[in-house]
T-cell receptor, first 113, second 112 residues
């Protein structure tokens, strides 16, 4: 595709349910990032995939959060047993190998009720 | 804690004025990038400055980098109402595989 695609755009879920957020990066981009942004705040780093290297999971806030990247392309961020504090916009970005800019998707707005 | 911290958190100016915002960071970096965000959704890359560069221009944007002070500034000249957005700096840390870490952002309001 022409850009980074995230789905769904919006997700409302009940507290305690599991959710999956999807990111389709730009074809050929080896690096993929997930960030979380609460209203009016900065971007909180969650996880970083770089090629075949082990992902940097240092930003995942709890063991309820996990992410995978299949075949070096599509990534899924899973939040288990969602809590109200998980409500935020989840942003995905991808980047080519080397020192280059990151391209962002439009994000998934998650609301836990 | 955030690798990059922007200052000020919010800025309100009149159209035609210049807007300046600053970013400080903690560890050695490979490069520093500035992004813009409208309406709390996807970010758009504005400009990248490498650690061995001191100043860079792109249209009405001017970025400086002082690695001795671990700080950068973004200047938007002759601002327009359409420049109203949040602006974020992001640092790429070589030791972390060029992971991008963002600051809290500066919310800029340009009044017509």
């Amino acid at each position: 595709g022409a850009g980074v695609s995230q789905s769904p755009s919006n997700k409302v879920t009940e507290k305690g349910k599991d959710v999956e957020l999807r990111c389709d990066p730009i074809s050929g981009h080896t690096a993929l990032y997930w960030y979380r942004q609460s209203l009016g705040q900065g971007l909180e780093f969650l996880i970083y995939f770089q090629g075949n290297s082990a992902p940097d999971k240092s930003g995942l806030p709890s063991d309820r959060f996990s992410a995978e990247r299949t075949g070096g392309s599509v990534s899924t961020l899973t939040i288990q047993r969602t809590q109200q504090e998980d409500s935020a916009v989840y942003l995905c970005a991808s980047r080519q190998t080397g020192v280059t800019e990151a391209f962002f998707g439009q994000g998934t707005r998650l609301t836990v009720v | 804690s955030q690798q990059g911290e922007e200052d000020p958190q919010a800025l309100s100016i009149q159209e035609g004025e210049n807007a300046t915002m600053n970013c400080s960071y903690k560890t050695s970096i490979n490069n520093l990038q500035w992004y813009r965000q409208n309406s709390g959704r996807g970010l758009v890359h504005l400009i990248l400055i490498r650690s061995n560069e001191r100043e860079k221009h792109s249209g009405r944007l001017r970025v400086t980098l002082d690695t001795s002070k671990k700080s950068s500034s973004l200047l938007i000249t002759a601002s327009r109402a359409a420049d109203t957005a949040s602006y974020f700096c992001a640092t790429a840390v070589k030791a972390a595989g060029n992971k991008l870490t963002f600051g809290g952002g500066t919310r800029v309001l340009v009044k017509p």
